[in-house]
């Protein structure tokens, strides 16, 4: 059996005599074989640096390093010669190379199984390994499915209804672009990718989607996802899942239906970039105050030029007492610990999923106090742009989780002077 794979070989001996050994992955060939004339077992490693390859008694290997398994990754330590083979290859393949190799050392594989033929000891020449696909016609879509080491990948133009399923299974994928098709909501697997850093879902029609449809906001996406991209969609919300993103740095929500933006977009404290051109939203959430963009797209809303002051405050009554329910649920958005509904039950994750957000980045739920305010865009923004000249003040619906909050936030406020 072979097994096309990378190799870094390491020998135990060179730090003894002071030698440092840096060491490479090197694309090679390794192949489980038998001597047709005994009944000894060998490994034989092939390179482009030794071509000729490289042979390891089976009787001699001390240890097999399994931990990284599922990662595609295993060390096999021999005794002699005192080298371990760091191994690098296709999570499926290894664990089948590695399955043969263990009924090897338990003497279960029978000479009928593996014949001289399968046991070939020339090397298998190397095919390049696909990462990226690019498909714009229905002809280009793969027969045999999608290749598990893709990493970028783009469909467009194709006009699909739905994710194809195969997606779901390549764990390597960092960028994937779905743009210009006709896809109406999207599998909650998608957030189990581990690696998924762009997702461009725009010109689609994910405004179809029904709010138990954006489950795959969260995940391990939660983590990973930096790029989003729902630009034309016929949006008429944004789903408050969207805060689950913690790492997102660019969003982009162009040309749609939005009036508003989740309450908790200011606790994404990575963003940098955020384009909402061509909506209706004529005012922002309270806790945009604590964004710190490095671009903000806000031009062709509804927001009013005439209103560039803050209107006047009104100090409310002393808030009651939280329940101990809000105060752990607060802690939990706080500490922005996961849960799903394997941890929890659905009334909670609802609750959960729809809470208010303070200007001081806190989540609130039934007890907070709420105030509209007006927003210098200089404040929270490099740049910025608006379509009305000399608009810099946006209003803002703001939520305070407790009076020392609301008075921080009064007496501090940015006033336009009377002239």
Known sequence: MKLSCTVSVGNRLLPALAINSNRKHVKSTLALCKNPKAANYCLILFSSQCKNGTKYEIKSISKILTRFLNEGKTTIQFHEPPHDLYIQADAILLKSFLHLLKRVLENKVSDKELTCSSMSVT????????????????????????????????????????????????????CLDLSHNCIENLPVELSNLPNLNELNMSYNELGKSTLKQWAWLGGRLSKTLKLLDLSSNNLSYLPDQLVKLHALISLHVDHNQLKSLPSGIGSLKHLRLLTASNNHISILP??????????????????????????????????PICSLKEYAARRVLQLQLAYSPEVLPRTVIRYLDYAKYCVCGNACFNIYIRQPHMLLLTTVAQTFSVSSDGLVYVPV?????????????????IRQPII
């Open 123 to 174: 090397p298998t020449p190397l095919k390049p390994v696909p990462k990226k696909l690019v498909i714009q016609n229905r002809s280009d879509y793969p027969l045999k499915g999608f290749p598990r080491t893709l990493e970028i990948l783009h469909i467009n133009n194709i006009r699909r209804c739905s994710l194809d399923r195969g997606i779901l299974q390549l764990t390597k994928l960092r």
């Open 397 to 413: 619906d703001c939520y305070f989780c407790s009076l020392k909050c609301f008075g921080s936030a009064h007496y501090n406020r």
């Open 286 to 319: 309270g806790s945009a105050r604590k964004w710190r963009l490095q671009n903000l797209d806000l031009s062709n809303n509804n927001f009013d030029p005439n209103q560039q002051s803050n209107p006047a405050a009104i100090f409310p009554k002393p808030l």
